[in-house]
């Protein structure tokens, strides 16, 4: 039986909004042909079967999944319905985005299958376009509503041309692998509409030679480093708490979420404390201080938190007792682009550790391996992870409970803001 390697990209609109997520998958071992005479076809199939086991809530939450499908997926629906018990069409339309891959031949077979999931209401885009002519014989078929045009290879001269022609068809327009938040504007300029890449990841500056922070990033940042600070006592937090009328109701209802599962209610942050301990109130407190960027995607504490799950879950697999660095590694991951200066001198300004520092940095010591192999995941690059001794099917737990706990903050961050 084969294990399931999974991962999630998110896929942004013009206002960075989240709006779905690509599947990444690949079933284990990846290089064996025992499984079907078609490897990929089995990829797919084990990718489906987990998909229906996990539930599609569990993975992309209430947002819409792309998933790239095998060409035997979308042909020979009934010969893969006879291996796996499932159809194509046993996806919800309203969620499932499908994806048609760039080495999947466009001719009349294919034409065939994507009317049948057209009717049923499917949305389907093509992935990896470079050139018009690549596409050429889709185009006047009436079957495509999205075309997902690869940045990193596309020829950029030709880029504006491409862009209206595909626009006077009305069929919407993805820049997918969308590097940098210059790349980001580039494309929205031209009238993309959904982006996807590292770019809401990166700080949103091109001088980086100690770019002052801005009011508002200097005070976000002095939250920051007395809520990390751990000389600073319960006491010492207060005001910072009181500075937000709502940030002790925010802790208090992350306390009270799902996460835990406490059988009473907490009523207050000393109570909170003694329940969870004063280190994981400080997490939530860095959490919601981050969340407070609010001209930054909520995806980008989405990531963040997952990142910190992730990374304290690897810890407490590879032995480690105590997994609180592993866990504000992940959690800081990220705030390069929230304060959108260089990690460097974000790090300079908080009181860290040198190991964490080293992690965040330049992503060495054994923190810094483990976070260098969690980011590497998110671009389903997962050799670094089983490097690591990480077995494919833990992965595939740590990451499922990643995302489940994710959707369970983000909801209860998102209520309050």
Known sequence: MSELLVGRQPILNSHKETIGYEL???AFPYDTQAMFKDGNAATSRVFANTLFEMGLDAVVGPQLAFINFTRDF????????????????????????????????????LFQAL?????KN???????????????PILDQGLVDLIKIDMLAVNRTDLADM??????????????????????????QLGFDFFQGYFFYKPETIQYKKKKLDVSRLSLMRSLAATMDAQTSFHLLDPIISQDVGLSYKLLRLVNSGYYSLADQVK???QAIALI????????????????????????????????????????????????????????????????????QVVESLPLTPDINEALVHRKGKLGVVLKAVIATEDGNWDHI??????????RNIYFESVKSSNLIMKEIRAES
């Open 277 to 344: 301990g004063l280190q994981q109130l400080r997490s939530w407190m860095l959490l919601l201080v981050m969340a407070t960027a609010d001209d930054k995607p909520h995806e980008l504490t989405a990531v963040a938190f997952q990142r910190a799950k992730i990374c304290e879950m690897l810890g407490t697999t590879l032995g480690v007792k105590h997994t609180e660095s592993y866990f504000l590694i992940g959690l800081l991951s990220v705030l390069d682009a929230i304060m959108d200066v260089p990690m460097l």
């Open 74 to 109: 979308l042909v020979k629906d009934d010969l893969i319905c006879l291996l796996t018990g499932m159809r194509v069409e046993n996806f919800d339309p309203r969620r499932v985005v499908l994806e048609v891959l760039e080495d999947i031949a466009l001719d009349n077979e």
């Open 386 to 395: 089983l490097q690591l001794g990480i077995q494919p099917h833990v992965w």
């Open 115 to 119: 009317r049948k999931f057209k009717r």
């Open 163 to 188: 862009v209206r022609s595909i626009k006077q068809r009305d069929i919407l327009l993805l820049a997918e692998k969308v590097e940098t938040p210059q790349d980001f504007f580039t494309c929205l």
């Open 122 to 136: 499917f949305l389907i885009a093509l992935d990896d376009v470079i050139s018009l002519e690549q596409i050429a």
């Open 24 to 26: 990444l998958y690949r």
């Open 268 to 270: 207050s942050i000393q």
